[in-house]
Antibody, heavy 122, light 108 residues
Framework: EVQLVETGGGMEQPGGSLRLTCAAS????????MSWLRQSPGKGLEWLAY????????YYADSVKGRFTISRDNAKNSLYLQMSGLRAEDTAIYYC???????????????WGRGTMVSVSS | SYVLTQPPSVSAAPGKTARITCGGD??????VHWYQQKPGQAPVLVVY???DRPSGIPERFSGSNSGDTATLTISSVEAGDEADYYC???????????FGGGTKVTVL
């Protein structure tokens, strides 16, 4: 079964750091582009970061650029999001998602994890 | 940055048709993807590249895209279609992935 599982969420104080992990199974992570996204409570979906298959091309949303770092270890079939300088507005469910290889237009997310909750509060 | 605009809510009676719009500047020149998200669950891709359906998605879900508006159409609406729906594009000018604000579909 194709699956993504996020771990590493929890409660953190403003200014703190967390590292999220996304474990892939049922497919070979190395052939897929990946992204992190989030959803604040009661709000819509927000894309955060993209990483190419080899990890040498990375893009960030303006809201997290300079604070969050996306990375991957294809040998471990894992994707990561290092979050620092956390703010209250970073409170959200964080999802990792796979970009479809079937989409000619590009950047369609065909597999999502169930998400991990991050709460930032003093 | 590119902006996508969706109506906050759409309703339809069972068996009828629900149409959800997604507005954006010349969105017809982009590929639009649609996601369904039920409460407490992760989003699910229901239409990609304007009008293609992933395996397992019913034919009742269809999409179109032209000019400044893309549309997701749900035919013969069922109670199980109640969910939030999001449109999304890839903005190649800055490589960002952009989502609309979401539309809550209510089955009357």
């Amino acid at each position: 079964e194709v699956q993504l599982v996020e771990t590493g969420g929890g409660m953190e104080q403003p200014g703190g750091s967390l590292r999220l992990t996304c474990a892939a199974s049922g497919f070979i992570l190395s052939v897929y582009e990946m992204s992190w996204l989030r959803q604040s409570p009661g709000k819509g979906l927000e894309w955060l970061a993209y990483i190419s298959t080899a990890g040498n091309t990375i893009y960030y949303a303006d809201s997290v650029k300079g604070r969050f770092t996306i990375s991957r270890d294809n040998a471990k079939n894992s994707l990561y999001l290092q979050m620092s300088g956390l703010r209250a507005e970073d409170t959200a469910i964080y999802y990792c998602a796979r970009e479809s290889s079937s989409s000619l237009g590009g950047a369609a997310f065909d597999v999502w994890g169930r998400g991990t909750m991050v709460s930032v509060s003093s | 940055s590119y902006v996508l605009t969706q109506p906050p809510s759409v309703s339809a009676a069972p068996g009828k048709t629900a149409r959800i719009t997604c507005g954006g500047d010349n969105i017809g020149s982009k590929s639009v993807h649609w996601y369904q998200q039920k409460p407490g669950q992760a989003p699910v891709l229901v239409v990609y590249d304007d009008s293609d359906r992933p395996s397992g998605i019913p034919e009742r879900f269809s999409g179109s895209n032209s000019g400044d508006t893309a549309t997701l159409t749900i035919s013969s609406v069922e109670a199980g279609d109640e969910a939030d729906y999001y449109c999304q594009v890839w903005d190649r000018s800055d490589e960002h992935r952009v989502f609309g604000g979401g539309t809550k579909v209510t089955v009357l």
